[in-house]
Each structure stands twice: as C-alpha cells, then as structure tokens.
C-alpha cells in the first residue's frame, strides 16, 4: 500500500476531531458584487446573491471582522462557527453595491485592494486580456506572442460565439478555464491569462502591448471598474468596511524575487495609508494558491509591517492556524439554497 492514503485517511481524521471539538472559523473570499455581460473567470456573484449570502451568513454563525478574528486566535479563543467576509483585488462595486449592503446587516468585512495603477484608472491585466480576446468584434486569424524566448501562436476564428456581442448569457457567464470543448478565442483567453500569470510585470505589460498591436484598438474595458484613489478613502471610512492590501502589480509572489516581495509589499501598505488615513496591516497573497507562494512570504510580510496575511486555498482557521497563511473558500454565484449547503460542508470540514 503507498504511504499517500495512509496520510489522506489520517489528515481526515485529525481534521473531523478539530472540526467537531475545537472552534473553527471560515474566512470567505469574494471578488465583485455585479452581473456584468461577460464573466469569463466566474469572479462575480448577483448583488441578489450576495444579499442573501449575508442574511444566511448571519444565521449560520458569527460574523466577525479578520482583524478580531486574528486577535483572537492569537490568545486562543476563536469564536465557534465564525466567519469572516473578505473581498480581494478592489473593484468599485465593492464600494457602489456591497458595502451599502454590508452596512444594513452589520456584517464586517475586508476589502484587500491591488494598489498599482489606481490613481490612473488602469484596469486589471485580465480585464485588459478579455477586452482585447472576448470583445474585440474583428479579429485576425491568429495572434502570437513571445515571451521568455519562445513563440506561441493561437488560432482565432472570427466567426465564433465567444465574442461578447454573439455570447447568449449562459455562455458569457460559462468559466474559460473550465471548457471542455473552449472556442478558438476562450482557448487563446485561458492560454494566454495563464502565461501571463507567470510574468514579471513589465514582460506581462509588453505582452498585453503586442496583443493590442495585433488586435487594433482594444474594445473599452467597461463593467470593471477598479476603485479610484477616492473610492478606497469612502471604503476604509465605512463602519463596516477594513481596506487591507494585495500588493501593486497582482503579481504572484514566486515570479518576484525577495526583494521585489518586500517592494510590493511595503509599497501597496504605504500607498493605502496614504489614501485612506488608516493604518494599513492585514495582507492577502496576490493569486495566494499553494503553488505560487513562497516558503519566505509570511516572515516577509511580517518583516513589512502586516499583522497577518491571507491565502488562497479552502481550509477553516482555528487556534493553531498560522496567521500569515490563512486559508480561504472561495464563493461563488450561488442561490441561498446552494449556498446554505456548501457552508455546512465547509464547516465539517470538506473542501
Ligand atoms: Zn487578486
């Protein structure tokens, strides 16, 4: 018998013994409250949705801000069933739609915001990617890029149904990297997001740089709207509302060396604080999966000033939890019903 469901069988045990003992707590991450035409990487949930996400939320357990959350686990008293509400990257609804919903229910919530190119209103480079992919109406037969010393190449068929104009809106709000069968545009959108994920900023800028090239004028980015520098001020001085940070560039930590962590660090805390007045000490990892964090990212972000920092895999936190990689669930656009459900697995334990 290999040693792997030895391991598995003894991590599920350990994990039914403190999920069904020990106080547990579930740190929730959402990205945009909206229901944009195109949605290719499922980031949204309805402001119907969430509303009900946050009466559910209420009657299931106890929501708390991370920053008590923290507090508390440090000293060893989590609260049971706790839960916490975090947005990542700063999109203007969170401000425009969610808070004004936060705010009538009295649910605390962190916001992190990616600092870069706010005060110039640049959208996001996946935003920027599916403007120039998904929307632009003529396109030619192919595009090309190159980076790191190798050439791709991905075939573009005019005539299919990705662009935004020809999608039904089951298609539009269909995830690209989940296609079985991906149209030529959604298999270029899925290829090209993930090599970019692996890129420094400005390879990443050049990039975008030689798709615009080939693809003529890209299409408005509209319906993504990121924070202005004014919007995170009226954000961090809502009653319900914490603005954390998540970096500049939302670039994952392992294309970044030491040096350029601690950079991005510092730089996205002191550019909030300057915007909103507040201090600024709780962090998540920019993309924050096991596979793009590096083994130095907590004693980097504590060295940088943070009290703690979130990452990006399902997981509850409890006494033991280390508060510089705290897990999170990611919701999606669920009615209350699937919701309800899938917050009782994850309070039991299963991812
Ligand atoms: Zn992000």
Not at 66 to 77: I, K, P, T
Not at 228 to 252: F, K, Q
Not at 286 to 312: E, I, K
Request: glycine letters at 6%; a negative charge; hydrophobic letters at 45%.
């Amino acid at each position: 018998m290999s040693q792997e469901p030895v391991c598995a069988t003894a991590k599920r045990r350990a994990r039914r013994v403190v999920t069904r003992f020990l106080p547990t707590a579930l740190v929730l991450t959402y990205h945009r409250v909206a229901s944009p035409d195109l949605d290719p990487q499922l980031m949204c949930v309805s402001p119907a949705h969430f509303a009900s996400h946050l009466r559910l939320l209420c009657q299931v357990g106890e929501c708390v801000s991370l920053r008590d959350l923290v507090r508390w686990s440090a000293v060893g008293r989590v609260p049971r069933r706790a839960i916490v509400v975090t947005f990542d990257d700063g999109y203007a609804d969170n401000l425009d739609v969610a808070e004004p919903l936060l705010r009538d229910v009295g649910v605390p919530a962190t916001v992190f915001v990616a600092s870069g190119g706010l005060d110039v209103g640049r959208p996001f480079w996946w935003d920027e990617l599916e403007a120039l992919l998904l929307r632009t109406v003529e396109v030619p037969p192919e595009v090309t890029l190159t980076a790191r010393g190798r050439r791709f190449a991905w075939p573009l068929d005019a005539a299919d149904s990705s662009s935004a104009a020809a999608a039904g809106p089951e298609d539009a709000r269909r995830d690209v990297a989940r296609f079985e069968v991906p149209s030529p545009r959604q298999a270029a959108f899925r290829d090209i997001a993930s090599l970019c994920r692996a890129l420094a900023p400005d390879e990443r800028d050049a990039a975008l740089r030689s798709l615009a090239a080939q693809l003529g004028e890209a299409p408005t980015v509209h319906g993504h709207r990121r924070l202005s520098p004014a919007g995170v001020a009226e954000l961090a001085a809502s009653a319900v509302v914490e603005v954390g940070a998540h970096g500049v560039s939302h670039t994952p930590l392992n294309v970044l060396s030491r040096e350029g962590r601690a950079e991005e660090f510092i730089q996205s805390k002191h550019t909030l604080e300057q915007m909103t007045g507040c201090s600024v000490d709780l962090l998540s990892y920019p993309f924050g999966a096991a596979d793009v964090l590096t083994s130095d990212c907590g004693r980097v972000a504590r060295d940088c000033g943070y009290m703690a920092a979130c990452a990006n895999w399902p997981g509850l936190v409890w006494l033991r939890s280390d508060p510089y990689r705290l897990p999170r669930f990611r919701v999606r656009d669920w009615d209350a019903e699937e919701f309800a459900s899938t917050l009782e697995a994850w309070f039991k334990g299963v991812d």
